[in-house]
C-alpha cells in the first residue's frame, strides 16, 4: 500500500480493468455450459417426474443470478477506468493552468 494519500498507476488500472473485463468473458460462458449439463442430467441421468423439472427451474434462476452478479464485474472496471480518466484529465488541466497562470 502506498504511504501517500494518493498513488494512481494508470497503466495498473488499464491492466486491471482489462482483466476484470476478460472475467466475465470466461466466467458467463462457463456458466451456460454447466447450465446444460445440468439440465442434461436431470433430463436423463437424475430423471424424476415432478423434482426434475424444479430442479432445471431453479437452476435456471441461480444461473440467471450468477451472469447478472458476473456482469457487475464490468460496472467496477469501468468505474476504475472513470477514475483514472477524470485524474488524468484534472492533472492535465492543473499542468496547463500551471505553466499558462492567467
Not at 1 to 17: K, L, Q, T
Given at each position: 500500500?502506498?504511504?501517500?494519500?494518493?498513488?494512481?498507476?494508470?497503466?495498473?488500472?488499464?491492466?486491471?480493468?482489462?482483466?476484470?473485463?476478460?472475467?466475465v468473458n470466461d466466467i458467463n460462458p462457463h456458466l451456460l455450459t454447466t447450465k446444460t449439463t445440468v439440465e442434461g442430467l436431470l433430463d436423463n441421468g437424475l430423471f424424476m417426474q415432478q423434482s426434475s423439472p424444479a430442479m432445471k427451474a431453479a437452476y435456471e434462476?441461480?444461473?440467471?443470478?450468477?451472469?447478472?452478479?458476473?456482469?457487475?464485474?464490468?460496472?467496477?472496471?469501468?468505474?476504475?477506468?472513470?477514475?483514472?480518466?477524470?485524474?488524468?484529465?484534472?492533472?492535465?488541466?492543473i499542468a496547463a493552468s500551471t505553466n499558462n497562470p492567467s
Open positions: 500500500m502506498p504511504s501517500g494519500n494518493i498513488s494512481i498507476d494508470y497503466a495498473e488500472i488499464v491492466r486491471v480493468a482489462g482483466v476484470m473485463n476478460q472475467a434462476k441461480l444461473t440467471l443470478s450468477l451472469q447478472q452478479a458476473v456482469e457487475s464485474i464490468n460496472s467496477f472496471a469501468t468505474q476504475f477506468t472513470k477514475i483514472k480518466e477524470s485524474v488524468e484529465k484534472m492533472d492535465a488541466e
